[in-house]
């Protein structure tokens, strides 16, 4: 069965993590991406490698998992040569997408308005860090700057004194990419239904729009209300006094009893059914309304002292089975390579992994793109080009004859052939 984006080429210009991760998606659901690499190095993630990993070539892990199932072009935009060669191709694209600051590309002849003059149909992609648009638009932006500005570093750590607390992953750079290529797939989706002529789009997707639809109930209640969020640390998002992070004897365990069903069930396992009744531990009356809600302490320090008590003497491990048995949802704190070896030696949850192929015969491993399609067939494994691989094909399909092929191979070096 053809996968959704088959017979759809992409033009990708963009680097590092956000762009590429969006072309990843549309590689993977079919589409042709075909990324465009400086001659010299190319992308910065193909040099992001181990030392002790030598035989990655120049696709290592970090850049395999992000361009699996790529064309690479490696063409020179500073020169006119190389700026010719992409409107060129170009003309043969669906979609184009770059993330570089705004104002780069179009010095080039390669910003969104020259390119619609060639193909008045291409939906065509901007990431960056601030948007298209205002006064801070050309400053550089990275992952964790962007927390910073947006108020992310504040939401996490526990009371208002806390130092800021950045996400420990670069959140920001995905969710773009993620965002980005939904943009993308819902314009190309688009196209099918106008006239030629009628079927571009031009899409300014930032880090700062990402971070705060990372943030969507929160930065709504401040647009709606103006109520700043509180850094709750580690609890959860809906205040209930029992949806917390506990200390236990043998490590630590998330709670979310945020309803009264779900509190009295918690309490039923370890021995607090006195709190369900305790007007200083909690507001009765919500606790006790037909319909219920999230639950209210009238004291919570008083009734964390409870909790905290409770499970300190308790494993963690077998809280999270008990409670989890009485339809209260509970997690073991883990690690990430833990929780990924536990899931993929048991039967707790169906992780359709993917893994592309590395140069030297090694493998890059991922957790796929997030969700699986029941109809679409496996996921596709095609492994990372290495730099300028796909140059003979793509510039012969341009009419560029041998010598012009051989003169831009020596830019770039026989390896890459």
Same mark, same amino acid.
């Given at each position: 069965?053809?996968?959704?984006?088959?017979?759809?080429?992409?033009?990708?210009? *963009?680097?590092?993590?956000?762009?590429?991760?969006?072309?990843?998606?549309?590689?993977?659901?079919?589409?042709?991406?075909?990324?465009?690499?400086?001659?010299?190095?190319?992308?910065?993630?193909?040099?992001?490698?181990?030392?002790?990993?030598?035989?990655?070539?120049?696709?290592?892990?970090?850049?395999?998992?992000?361009?699996?199932?790529?064309?690479?072009?490696?063409?020179?935009?500073?020169?006119?040569?190389?700026?010719?060669?992409?409107?060129?191709?170009?003309?043969?694209?669906?979609?184009?997408?770059?993330?570089?600051?705004?104002?780069?590309?179009?010095?080039?002849?390669?910003?969104?308005?020259?390119?619609?003059?060639?193909?008045?149909?291409?939906?065509?992609?901007?990431?960056?860090?601030?948007?298209?648009?205002?006064?801070?638009?050309?400053?550089?932006?990275?992952?964790?700057?962007?927390?910073?500005?947006?108020?992310?570093?504040?939401?996490?750590?526990?009371?208002?004194?806390?130092?800021?607390?950045?996400?420990?992953?670069?959140?920001?750079?995905?969710?773009?990419?993620?965002?980005?290529?939904?943009?993308?797939?819902?314009?190309?989706?688009?196209? *099918?239904?106008?006239?030629?002529?009628?079927?571009?789009?031009?899409?300014?997707? *930032?880090?700062?729009?990402?971070?705060?639809?990372?943030?969507?109930?929160?930065?709504? *209640?401040?647009?709606?209300?103006?109520?700043?969020?509180?850094?709750?640390?580690?609890?959860?998002?809906?205040?209930?006094?029992?949806?917390?992070?506990?200390?236990?004897?043998?490590?630590?365990?998330?709670?979310?009893?945020?309803?009264?069903?779900?509190?009295?069930?918690?309490?039923?396992?370890?021995?607090?059914?006195?709190?369900?009744?305790?007007?200083?531990?909690?507001?009765?009356?919500?606790?006790?309304?037909?319909?219920?809600?999230?639950?209210?302490?009238?004291?919570?320090?008083?009734?964390?002292?409870?909790?905290?008590?409770?499970?300190?003497?308790?494993?963690?491990?077998?809280?999270?089975?008990?409670?989890?048995?009485?339809?209260?949802?509970?997690?073991?704190?883990?690690?990430?390579?833990?929780?990924?070896?536990?899931?993929?030696?048991?039967?707790?949850?169906?992780?359709?992994?993917?893994?592309?192929?590395?140069?030297?015969?090694?493998?890059?491993?991922?957790?796929?793109?997030?969700?699986?399609?029941?109809?679409?067939?496996?996921?596709?494994?095609?492994?990372?080009?290495?730099?300028?691989?796909?140059?003979?094909?793509?510039?012969?399909?341009?009419?560029?004859?041998?010598?012009?092929?051989?003169?831009?191979?020596?830019?770039?070096?026989?390896?890459?052939?």
């Amino acid at each position: 069965m053809a996968k959704p984006l088959e017979g759809v080429r992409v033009l990708d210009m *963009s680097h590092v993590i956000a762009g590429p991760l969006a072309s990843l998606y549309l590689a993977q659901l079919g589409a042709e991406v075909i990324k465009i690499e400086a001659p010299l190095g190319g992308d910065v993630m193909r040099s992001s490698k181990g030392a002790a990993l030598t035989d990655e070539g120049d696709t290592p892990a970090g850049f395999a998992a992000l361009n699996a199932g790529k064309l690479s072009l490696a063409v020179d935009i500073r020169t006119p040569e190389g700026a010719d060669t992409v409107r060129a191709l170009a003309r043969t694209v669906d979609v184009f997408i770059e993330n570089f600051r705004p104002g780069v590309v179009a010095k080039y002849g390669l910003g969104y308005d020259a390119i619609r003059e060639i193909n008045p149909d291409v939906v065509y992609c901007s990431i960056s860090g601030y948007g298209q648009e205002g006064e801070w638009s050309r400053r550089g932006a990275y992952d964790h700057v962007v927390q910073a500005l947006t108020g992310m570093m504040m939401m996490s750590g526990d009371g208002d004194d806390a130092p800021p607390v950045k996400v420990g992953f670069p959140v920001v750079d995905v969710a773009v990419g993620m965002l980005g290529a939904l943009s993308i797939v819902a314009a190309v989706h688009r196209r *099918s239904r106008e006239p030629e002529g009628q079927r571009g789009q031009y899409i300014d997707a *930032s880090m700062v729009q990402a971070s705060l639809m990372l943030m969507y109930p929160n930065a709504s *209640s401040f647009l709606t209300h103006r109520t700043e969020p509180k850094r709750v640390g580690n609890r959860g998002y809906t205040g209930s006094p029992t949806a917390d992070t506990y200390r236990c004897a043998d490590g630590w365990l998330a709670t979310a009893a945020n309803t009264p069903a779900q509190f009295r069930k918690l309490v039923a396992v370890i021995g607090l059914e006195a709190l369900c009744s305790d007007d200083r531990a909690l507001d009765l009356a919500s606790f006790n309304a037909p319909g219920g809600g999230f639950v209210i302490a009238r004291d919570l320090p008083y009734v964390q002292q409870c909790f905290q008590d409770a499970f300190a003497t308790r494993s963690a491990a077998d809280m999270e089975v008990q409670l989890n048995a009485v339809g209260v949802p509970a997690a073991r704190v883990r690690k990430l390579g833990e929780f990924l070896d536990e899931v993929e030696a048991g039967n707790g949850i169906a992780l359709r992994t993917t893994s592309y192929r590395q140069q030297g015969g090694a493998k890059v491993r991922t957790p796929g793109l997030g969700f699986s399609y029941r109809f679409d067939g496996a996921p596709i494994t095609t492994g990372a080009p290495s730099l300028g691989q796909d140059n003979p094909a793509l510039l012969a399909e341009l009419g560029f004859g041998p010598d012009a092929i051989r003169s831009m191979r020596g830019e770039i070096g026989a390896a890459a052939y």
